[in-house]
């Protein structure tokens, strides 16, 4: 395993790439439909549902998808190791896109939506922590070999709505007898479970080539691992061991930055659900006389994520991004993030300057769901990869799967909060809601910032 290369990364990163984009394909084309799947009625291949119901079923799904890693990382760091954690959690989410496609019913809907929670449960943590171990405490690359791991995720996320919207919305679509369009959503839950398959056997055919042992034991019965224990405790920047206390620092300050994530991501995931249903009713998708189906706009974010990606690895390794501290980084992403909404909210304004904001057919320009997406991703990329980034160098190996979770349990209680906000939008009103979110997250983002100082300093030379 080529884990110490003073220049690029290890080849091991782009196997990492490879399948967790696939993982990302299978998930986010799921959830990209999946809102439409359960509001849309029985004759149009939906479960009709009404939307309250629904926003806050997407809310506990996507809450519990990044509750269990909590759980699948400790039983990978105590028994399993990450390996076989990912393979299991693999296998377990290709099946519950399968029950998807196979029982369209209610019941089929919670067995599909419980395996799929399960599945990530195992996958989801280990791999990302498999990425900050192919790299040695203090190497500069790790930001950026995030940020490249992150471009992965987001070209999975990329491609997936656009290719099982076309499936649902053409290719499988059927007109009805009385003229609506009956849409082949459980054929877009098999291409999710294909992909979901491919990633996986990309995974564990290439695994000991480019991986080496790396996560093949339990932290407790790996002496490369123990190792890397005794490693973790030395300060970067002054070359000594530190002491209890410090490490209990370090932990702390990855808990005060979850804190700050939980109201990020309430905010960054309206976009399954409540922006999802108002791009659907209220933004006008005709372009040059062709209708854009509503789950491709889910591709919008991971598509300037890719396109921004490398710009931001770039800059975050130059001389001024390595001068920017962890919290200053997220507490910008938060400003920018609400700033977002505002685009939202002309979108609001443009639809009560043209009359009547209950009817469907009294629409706002696109543009203005394109620049909340491309503010939104920009607050992203300041954000998440970093945080992946620095709970891989805070946490010692030995907690490294189990905080990682704790990290991405900030995602489960914010998709809790994001669907609660979601469901009241139809009570409230569109303008009212996304005021709220903005004003809260600029608010958050400006605290952040005020304390980056205090918490810059119990990380003990991680930046």
């Not at 990302?128 to 070209?155: C, K």
Request: hydrophobic share 50%; aromatic share 14%.
């Amino acid at each position: 395993m080529d884990t110490v290369q003073k220049k690029g990364h290890p080849k091991g990163l782009y196997l990492l790439f490879f399948t967790e984009m696939w993982e990302r394909f299978s998930y986010y084309g799921m959830r990209a439909i999946l809102i439409l799947y359960l509001t849309k009625k029985l004759i149009e291949g939906g479960l009709g549902m009404d939307e309250q119901n629904a926003t806050l079923l997407y809310g506990y799904f996507t809450g519990l998808v990044y509750f269990t890693p909590l759980i699948g990382g400790w039983l990978a760091d105590k028994f399993l190791g990450k390996r076989l954690a990912i393979t299991i959690g693999g296998i377990t989410m290709m099946i519950g896109q399968f029950v998807l496609f196979g029982m369209n019913s209610t019941t089929g809907l919670y067995i599909g939506l419980a395996l799929l929670i399960i599945g990530n449960g195992f996958f989801k943590p280990n791999i990302s922590t498999l990425v900050g171990g192919l790299y040695p405490d203090g190497d500069d690359r790790r930001d950026s070999a995030f940020s490249i791991f992150y471009m992965g995720i987001n070209l999975g996320a990329l491609l997936a709505p656009f290719i099982i919207g076309y499936f649902t919305d053409n290719l499988f679509a059927t007109t009805n007898a009385d003229g609506s369009i009956a849409y082949g959503y459980r054929y877009g839950f098999l291409a999710a479970g294909v992909g979901m398959f491919l990633g996986q056997v990309v995974f564990n055919v290439f695994a000991q080539k480019y991986l080496g042992d790396l996560g093949t034991k339990p932290i407790k019965t790996s002496s490369a691992d123990e190792k890397s224990t005794e490693a973790s405790s030395i300060n970067p920047v002054t070359g000594k061991p530190l002491t209890k206390p410090e490490e209990g620092q370090r932990i702390t300050v990855i808990f005060i930055l979850f804190l700050f994530a939980v109201f990020f991501w309430a905010g960054f995931e309206q976009a399954g659900s409540s922006l999802s249903l108002y791009t659907d009713k209220f933004i006008n998708r005709n372009v040059f006389g062709f209708e854009i189906p509503t789950s491709w706009f889910q591709s919008v974010n991971p598509i300037f994520i890719v396109t921004l990606a490398p710009l931001f690895a770039m800059f975050w390794s130059s001389k001024l991004g390595k001068k920017l501290s962890t919290p200053v980084k997220m507490g910008v992403g938060m400003i920018i993030l609400g700033i977002g909404f505002w685009f939202m909210l002309g979108a609001v304004a443009e639809r009560n300057a043209n009359g009547d904001i209950a009817d469907i057919a009294n629409k706002a320009g696109i543009m203005w769901l394109i620049m909340t997406y491309l503010l939104h991703t920009i607050g992203e990329l300041c954000l998440s990869p970093v945080g992946l980034s620095v709970v891989t160098k805070l946490s010692p190996p030995k907690l490294a799967s189990i905080l990682m979770a704790v990290w991405m349990l900030s995602s489960s209680i914010a998709n809790f909060i994001g669907g609660f906000l979601a469901s009241i939008v139809e009570t409230l009103g569109a303008g009212q809601v996304f005021t709220y979110i903005s004003g809260f997250v600029i608010v958050c983002g400006v605290l952040l910032l005020l304390l980056s100082k205090y918490i810059t300093k119990m990380m003990h030379g991680v930046k």
